[in-house]
T-cell receptor, first 114, second 115 residues
Framework: GNSVTQMEGPVTLSEEAFLTINCTYT??????LFWYVQYPGEGLQLLLK?????DKGSNKGFEATYRKETTSFHLEKGSVQVSDSAVYFC?????????????FGKGTHLIIQP | DAGVIQSPRHEVTEMGQEVTLRCKLI?????LFWYRQTMMRGLELLIY????????DSGMPEDRFSAKMPNASFSTLKIQPSEPRDSAVYFC?????????????FGSGTRLTVV
């Protein structure tokens, strides 16, 4: 079956530091990949996505590239801000386009200190 | 669009009581997903519907859990009787049925505490 593995948290960084959150996946066929962000007390919000190999998703300074050869979709940001503190989830939609549900990683809690 | 709307936001109930969680989909979306989030297990898919029809309920933990979608825009998740281990945040999410790689839109969740 499909699975997503992401680095354990919490990850604590200083403001303006470079961020990488690792995500690898196992899936058959050609999945679509997503990063969601969850702020305290809120639901998950779509941050970015990529639907095929070598695609780069980007939003709000965050980027992730769909690497089929390494089955990875690592999230990066060049300079983090305190407002980026949240839980980040890597997710996968199967070859059916996500019609049968997303598979989520366990989430990575990111803490940015001023 | 108001987004996916869940109610109540918080629910505290005693063990053995019936709990009903509600979800209103985004207009035009015709797939509906119920997820449960806990610290131990993360996000788990409980059940999903396409065009009001339940497609896969294999994630529903026990017969105490049931879900319905009486019309195209509304769904309920019921737990009867509730137990303390049901305490979690329950999310519903919707998306268009068609569209490769379409993201899901999540509600703000219902935080359930069973004492």
């Amino acid at each position: 079956g499909n699975s997503v593995t992401q680095m354990e948290g919490p990850v604590t960084l200083s403001e303006e530091a470079f961020l990488t959150i690792n995500c690898t996946y196992t899936a058959t066929g050609y999945p679509s990949l997503f990063w969601y962000v969850q702020y305290p007390g809120e639901g998950l919000q779509l941050l970015l996505k990529a639907t095929k190999a070598d695609d780069k998703g980007s939003n709000k300074g965050f980027e992730a590239t769909y690497r089929k050869e390494t089955t990875s979709f690592h999230l990066e940001k060049g300079s983090v801000q305190v407002s980026d503190s949240a839980v980040y989830f890597c997710a996968l939609a199967g070859s059916g386009g996500g019609a049968d549900g997303l598979t989520f990683g366990k989430g990575t809690h990111l803490i940015i200190q001023p | 669009d108001a987004g996916v709307i869940q109610s109540p936001r918080h629910e505290v109930t005693e063990m053995g009581q019936e709990v009903t969680l509600r979800c209103k989909l985004i207009s035009g979306h015709n797939s509906l997903f119920w997820y449960r989030q806990t610290m131990m297990r993360g996000l788990e898919l409980l059940i999903y519907f396409n065009n009001n029809v339940p497609i896969d309920d294999s994630g529903m933990p026990e017969d105490r859990f049931s879900a319905k979608m009486p019309n195209a825009s509304f769904s309920t998740l019921k737990i009867q009787p509730s137990e303390p281990r049901d305490s979690a945040v329950y999310f519903c999410a919707s998306r268009p049925l068609r569209g490769q790689g379409s993201g899901y839109t999540f509600g703000s969740g219902t935080r359930l505490t069973v004492v």
